[in-house]
T-cell receptor, first 113, second 114 residues
């Protein structure tokens, strides 16, 4: 079955630096990959979707890459701010089926002033 | 546009008691999902509805969990009887359906079973 791995350790960085989070997956080739942000006590919020034929996607200070050979996506936040502190989840469609997502466990990001 | 609405936000019950969660999806969204999220984990799908039909309920523990989506809009998830291990956050999400992969989540219901 497919497996999604995100760094379980929290990422602590200084304000203004670039945060880089990793999502690795195994056992299949998804047509797309999504990143969500989740704040404590709230539901996940969609950030970006990148398709298998796209190498890179940008939205304001966010950048996502998708390396189908390495089976890895990198999520970057440039010029990070304390307000970026949250848990970031990657999600992929399953091997079989549609209209559903399999979520990673998420990586908690803490941006310190 | 109003987001996904869930109630209650918090619920504390004793084990063996029943509990129900309610979800109102974004207007016009045909697909509705119920997820369970344990602390430090990502959401795990319990059931997915396409309109009023449950099309994916393979992860729903049917001995104690049930769900319904009346008229293809609101949905209710029920647990009866609740067990200690059911303590978690129950998230509802909706999407436009086929070709629209983004899911929109509600704030969740935090359940504590004592």
């Amino acid at each position: 079955s497919q497996k999604i791995e995100q760094n379980s350790e929290a990422l602590n960085i200084q304000e203004g630096k670039t945060a880089t989070l990793t999502c690795n997956y195994t056992n299949y080739s998804p047509a797309y990959l999504q990143w969500y942000r989740q704040d404590p006590g709230r539901g996940p919020v969609f950030l970006l979707l990148i398709r298998e034929n796209e190498k890179e996607k940008r939205k304001e200070r966010l950048k996502v890459t998708f390396d189908t050979t390495l089976k890895q996506s990198l999520f970057h936040i440039t010029a990070s701010q304390p307000a970026d502190s949250a848990t970031y989840l990657c999600a992929l469609p399953p091997l079989k089926g549609y209209n559903k997502l399999i979520f990673g466990a998420g990586t908690r990001l803490a941006v310190h002033p | 546009e109003a987001g996904v609405v869930q109630s209650p936000r918090y619920k504390i019950i004793e084990k063996k008691q029943p509990v129900a969660f309610w979800c109102n999806p974004i207007s016009g969204h045909n697909t509705l999902y119920w997820y369970l999220q344990n602390l430090g984990q990502g959401p795990e799908l319990l059931i997915r509805y396409e309109n009023e039909e449950a099309v994916d309920d393979s992860q729903l523990p049917k001995d104690r969990f049930s769900a319904e989506r009346l008229k293809g809009v609101d949905s209710t998830l029920k647990i009866q009887p609740a067990e200690l291990g059911d303590s978690a956050v129950y998230l509802c999400a909706s999407s436009n359906g086929q070709g629209k992969e983004t899911q929109y989540f509600g704030p969740g219901t935090r359940l504590l079973v004592l």
